[in-house]
């Protein structure tokens, strides 16, 4: 069972334009969000996070938007650069004193994300 | 350099094969997770220690083990090893608080033959 769902597979954008990957999730016990950034023969590498108490987080050119109603969650990459070719993973998390709970991440598929120059 | 190291970098093994992966966790990370990451599974979680202890698992194989040492490293064995099992295992490693900000080591590449 998936629990996190992410789209698009695969984005092509040109240098300087946005680029938008959506996620949604199911378990509402889910209470940290974050994103990974993964170049290939790399780990991933965590990018920026939310809580849902909050319905967006800014740092540089990557934002976080949640909608905790939809149960959804954007990472948008502003004036997106040939560096930031990589894959992008988002993750969710839920408390440990829920039920099943751990800090344990539950990611989606995954985004290739390709800007040409 | 997110400060997580694993060992080796590559693996590679033959079916039936017992491999171990070793995993150093951040200064001061107490807990650590393993994953892994193949094309068509995505990441997923496969155990998580916490100072020592077993914390949470995921689907870990029974073939599988972990285990966190006194000084903190941490070791995955990989028994019976099946073709299938071919993949990336990343360890992570987090102070476990209400953050939960997990950094990644560079992974090892397991590959059997």
């Known amino acids: 069972q998936q629990q996190v769902k992410q789209s698009p597979q695969s984005l092509i954008v040109q240098k300087g334009g946005i680029s938008i990957i959506n996620c949604a999730y199911e378990?509402?016990?889910?209470?940290?969000f974050p994103w990974y950034q993964q170049f290939p023969g790399k780990g991933p590498a965590l990018l920026i996070a939310i809580r849902p108490d909050v319905s967006e987080k800014k740092e540089g050119r990557f934002t976080i938007s949640f909608n905790k109603s939809a149960k959804q969650f954007s990472l948008h990459i502003m004036d997106s650069q040939p560096g930031d070719s990589a894959t992008y993973f988002c993750a969710a998390s839920s408390p440990i004193f829920t039920q099943g709970g751990s800090e344990k991440l539950v990611f989606g598929k995954g985004t290739k994300l390709t800007v040409n120059p | 350099d997110s400060g997580v190291t694993q060992t080796p970098k590559h693996l590679i093994t033959a079916t039936g094969q017992r491999v171990t992966l070793r995993c150093s966790p951040r200064s001061g990370d107490l807990s650590v997770y393993w994953y892994q990451q193949s094309l068509d599974q995505g990441l997923q979680f496969l155990i998580q220690y916490y100072n020592g202890e077993e914390r949470a698992k995921g689907n870990i194989l029974e073939r599988f083990s972990a285990q966190q040492f006194p000084d903190l490293h941490s070791e995955l064995n990989l028994s019976s090893l099946e073709l299938g099992d071919s993949a990336l295992y990343f360890c992570?490693?987090?102070?476990?608080?209400?953050?939960?900000?997990?950094?990644f080591g560079p992974g090892t590449r397991l590959t059997v033959l």
């Open positions: 378990n509402t016990a889910f209470d940290y």
């Open positions: 992570a490693s987090s102070v476990v608080t209400s953050h939960n900000e997990q950094f």
